[in-house]
């Protein structure tokens, strides 16, 4: 059992294609590591960093005690699940699961017995002399999983093994992984631009935007604590309201209505956020009201999505989400923002702070 | 005025098919098979008449006796078992050669970034519009230097070659469409590139490889102009060129008949092929130019 | 930049995978070319005793004031131009007769690509056995539809030969044209055409603003392939008139293999050679530059 870690890591194509500029980050025994982030954020050119399928311009790549830098994919004893599984075609199910095990000269009592094994615990049993063609895709994705499980590899990667399932399946398949990989004392590197996949199976997230590290923390941190400002508008649905706003008087102001900024300096402007559902109908002893025109409302089923104009700034928009039982009969409405679930980044280089 | 009629069916293909378009559409049908097939159905009819119903003006086209006199003609007096197995002999081989050759360098150029591909694959379209003509003096040469004249060699060498831009451009087109991630997890199973290319990559390229082995067969055995100057020896000629010299073999009668067996006999592994393999020769056609 | 390891790795085996497909190419397509290049400017002929004697640009003077050469090429120039054109036409439309549903499509798609696939040798006696002046059935055919009255002498008489070889060529290649042009029209959208039509589009205007120009590339690319292939056409007239009546029929190729094969002049032939793949050269990158406009003006 080992841990990885990546120092320094950078991959350049060219001077102006920089997958990965410079990310470290290290994933302990039995850590879940998520990198999460929009397509073109290097996600997964790290993750075919660590899998050897590319070679890093510079920086090093640690398993435990050995630097694999420059082996072969091979030869780093990791395992990976493919977006689109990657099964061989002409090989059945066992074939498929048994092929790295058969690079590996291992016994042919040995192979059957992990291979049976893996398939037990899968489900697959019956399936195992069937062609990938003749499965469905949730059979395929498990045929997949089994693969990887069969090595007992370093470490695991991930590449969105559940994009391709339909949205009843991959809920299932989420909670059957998350058990799956609990159970597994090595390290996990999982690449999803999907926030729930990242949210519910992770035991850390790595937001990854522009071939930089942005954050990497628990996923409840990064909801609740987004270091800046892509953090907080990347994570969360509906989206956290984020506004520009001109500071006075040590309060920032959102249209005619100041909102106390808890820095002992305060800038001449700060980017104020707050989530849709941390903005609430404001009651009589609340402090940090505002009023606007409600001008759209969306259903959500459970909830009401509220777009509100704020005045005397008629440009700028807040979503809230409000109990889909409240009835309002006024266009005007007066929303409170909770003090505490504010979030206050700074207007130049989206730095969280406070 | 037909031009119009015709659009008009490509226009709307099922709403508004009324009898008048069908009936259209029938004869426009008819008139594109009638025209590919009356000439090799001509060539077949004459080839079963004898020579009475062959020469009769004005022409037999129900002949009341049919007969098999020129086929057997053409393996009792010549020897066209030989030129036959040579065509097969010499087109089977350079096809396995060509694939041999191509599919490696196909797949290289595909998948691995190697330098100079542009180049290369510029070449590689470039030749693909060279005539034979242009090649066959300085071939010729290159025969009589190595003294392959007359030798089953100085075919299934050009063969190959001629056959190879075809195959590079369309197993490339092939390759472009297979996967990637099927090579990445071999890679990550540790599979090493050969192993790759032989345990992974070619069982699922046979189906190409059909594909441009049918394509490389077909220029192989139609071949002429080398055929024609590289082989002297009457026991090694091919197909085309021997059934071509029918004519002027006999000085007093041109023996129609046996030239027009002669003809079928060639045509039909072809037609066979054709009949088989339709989709695959389009799908390979198809590949092999728009990638141009 | 320096290649990181795995490129290098990639290198090594893309050039190893390559390597022997591109010597082949080399020896069989650039060797006989610049070896062409070099013998033109020789003089190796039986009035040489085939020996390579330098003689400079004679052979290339030798090709201005050579009437017979220019005649090729005219020949050459006609039977392409007309056979291309026709086959143009006649391959779009069988494409787009095969584009339509009807029963039996299946059967008719695969009878219209045989005749590309059918030797060009044996096919040429084919038609030299349907345009034969006593027995052919051409005449015969023309003849019960009353259209002549005496039997004409199809491969005899100098123009009429022209038209058979191309009649017999067209016949030969429209398949590979109408391949490429119903492949293309597959890959347009029907959405294009019931937008247009919704738009208040005729059929006929359909074709000139949407199949016509979204074909232009498949267009190009089979006048590219064509044209190359007809300029040197071959064993098509040799096997059908053998470049007769008086030489009517006889195109540059047929007069280069002449050159060398019967009157042994080896010299003259490559320089032929040479000149013949100038053109063609020169006629392949204008259609490719048309072709690289017509693909950029689609994005």
């Known amino acids: 059992m080992a841990n990885l870690e990546l ?44 899998a050897g399928l590319e070679q890093p311009t510079r920086g090093q790549i640690w398993i435990g005690e050995r630097n694999v830098t420059d082996l072969r994919s091979g030869d780093r004893n990791i395992a990976m699940v493919f977006q689109s599984y990657a099964l061989y075609p002409h090989m059945t199910v066992a074939e498929n699961i048994a092929s790295s095990l058969k690079l590996r000269h291992l016994s042919k009592l040995e192979i059957r017995q992990r291979v049976t094994d893996v398939a037990t615990k899968l489900g697959l049993e019956e399936l195992t002399q069937r062609k990938p063609s003749q499965l469905s895709g949730g059979q395929r994705q498990r045929v997949a999983l089994a693969r990887a499980l069969v ?68 996923p409840q941190r990064i909801y609740t604590h987004p270091a800046n400002r892509f953090v907080a508008s990347f994570v969360g649905s509906p989206q956290m309201n984020l506004f520009v706003l001109s500071c006075r008087d040590n309060a920032a102001w959102l249209g005619n209505f100041p909102i106390p900024v808890p820095l002992p300096t305060v800038p001449p402007q700060i980017v104020l956020g707050i989530r849709p559902e941390n903005v609430c109908l404001a009651r009589a002893e609340d402090t940090h009201t505002i009023q606007g025109q409600i001008y759209l409302v969306e259903s959500l089923g459970m909830q009401n999505l509220l777009s509100v104009r704020v005045q005397g700034a008629p440009e700028l928009t807040i979503r809230a989400l409000l109990p889909a039982a409240w009835q309002w009969s006024d266009d005007i409405v007066k929303l409170t923002l909770s003090p505490q679930s504010l979030h206050w980044f700074d207007a130049a280089t989206g730095d969280r702070l406070f | 005025m037909s031009l119009i009629q015709n659009l008009k069916l490509v226009h709307l293909p099922k709403s508004k098919t009324s009898n008048y378009s069908h009936l259209l559409l029938s004869v426009f049908v008819l008139l594109v098979a009638i025209f590919c097939l009356a000439p090799v159905l001509w060539q077949l009819l004459t080839s079963l008449k004898v020579n009475a119903d062959i020469s009769a003006v004005p022409n037999v086209y129900i002949p009341k006796r049919y007969t098999l006199a020129h086929y057997t003609e053409l393996f009792t007096r010549r020897p066209f078992l030989n030129y036959i197995f040579n065509s097969a002999l010499v087109s089977i081989t350079s096809t396995v050669l060509c694939l041999a050759l191509g599919a490696p360098a196909a797949y290289a150029l595909a998948r691995l970034r190697i330098w100079g591909e542009q180049v290369i694959l510029a070449g590689v379209l470039i030749v693909t519009l060279f005539p034979y003509i242009l090649l066959f003096l300085g071939l010729l040469q290159v025969v009589q230097a190595l003294h392959l004249g007359n030798n089953y060699l100085a075919l299934i060498i050009p063969y190959t070659a001629i056959n190879l831009p075809l195959t590079i451009l369309v197993m490339r087109s092939f390759f472009q469409q297979l996967p990637r991630d099927l090579e990445d997890a071999a890679k990550v199973d540790g599979y090493n590139i050969q192993q790759i290319l032989l345990q992974i990559v070619l069982p699922m390229t046979v189906p190409a490889l059909v594909t441009t082995g049918i394509l490389a067969f077909i220029f192989a055995w139609n071949e002429f102009i080398f055929a024609l100057t590289f082989i002297t020896r009457e026991s090694l000629k091919t197909i085309p060129v021997a059934t071509a010299q029918l004519g002027s073999s006999s000085v007093f009668e041109i023996p129609y008949g046996a030239i027009a067996a002669a003809t079928v006999l060639g045509t039909s592994p072809l037609v066979l092929l054709v009949l088989l393999f339709q989709r695959r020769i389009v799908q390979g056609l198809t590949a092999g130019a728009v990638k141009g | 930049m320096q290649l990181d390891k795995i490129q290098k790795r990639e290198q090594l085996t893309g050039w190893m995978l390559t390597l022997p497909a591109l010597l082949l190419l080399l020896l069989v397509f650039a060797y006989p070319i610049g070896q062409a290049f070099w013998l033109s400017l020789f003089t190796k002929n039986l009035a040489t005793q085939l020996q390579p004697v330098y003689s400079g640009w004679n052979n290339y003077v030798r090709m201005v004031f050579d009437g017979r050469f220019w005649e090729t090429m005219q020949n050459t120039t006609i039977f392409t131009c007309v056979s291309v054109f026709l086959e143009l036409l006649l391959g779009m439309g069988i494409a787009l007769v095969l584009n339509q549903s009807f029963p039996g499509r299946g059967i008719v798609r695969t009878i219209a690509i045989l005749p590309w696939a059918l030797p060009t040798a044996l096919m040429a006696l084919a038609w030299a056995w349907i345009f034969n002046d006593q027995y052919g059935v051409w005449n015969d055919i023309l003849q019960r539809l009353g259209l002549i009255h005496t039997e004409i002498n199809w491969l005899g008489e100098p123009s009429l030969a022209m038209m058979a070889a191309i009649a017999a060529e067209v016949w030969k290649t429209t398949p590979f044209i109408s391949i490429l042009l119903l492949a293309g029209l597959q890959s347009i959208p029907v959405e294009l055409y019931e937008a247009h039509a919704l738009d208040g589009a005729n059929p006929w205007q359909s074709f000139w603003r949407i199949t016509l120009p979204l074909l232009m590339p498949q267009i190009l690319i089979a006048l590219l392939f064509r044209f190359a292939q007809a300029f040197g056409v071959f064993d098509l007239v040799l096997v059908m008139t053998g470049g007769g009546p008086a030489g009517a029929t006889e195109t540059v190729s047929l007069y280069i293999y002449a050159m060398v094969m019967r009157y042994l002049d080896f010299g003259y032939g490559a320089a032929l050679i040479v000149v013949t793949f100038l053109l063609l050269v020169a006629a392949v990158a204008i259609v490719s ?11």
């Open chain 3, 289 to 299: 530059f048309l072709l690289s406009k017509a693909r950029n003006s689609k994005f």
């Open chain 1, 7 to 50: 120092r320094n890591l950078n991959k350049t194509y060219s001077s102006k294609v920089v997958p990965v500029k410079d990310i470290s980050l290290k994933v302990d025994e039995g850590e879940f590591l998520t990198l999460l982030g929009p397509s073109g954020c290097g996600k997964s050119t790290t993750l075919r960093l660590i």
């Open chain 1, 151 to 218: 090595r007992q590899p370093d470490v695991f990667l991930l590449d969105e093994p559940l994009s391709n399932l339909d949205a009843l399946l991959r809920e299932r398949v989420r909670a059957e992984l998350k058990q799956l990989f609990k159970a597994q004392n090595t390290p996990v590197v999982y690449v999803t631009h999907d926030q729930t996949e990242a949210m519910t199976l992770s035991s850390k997230v790595a937001v990854l935007y522009n071939g930089n590290l942005q954050q990497l923390d628990p």
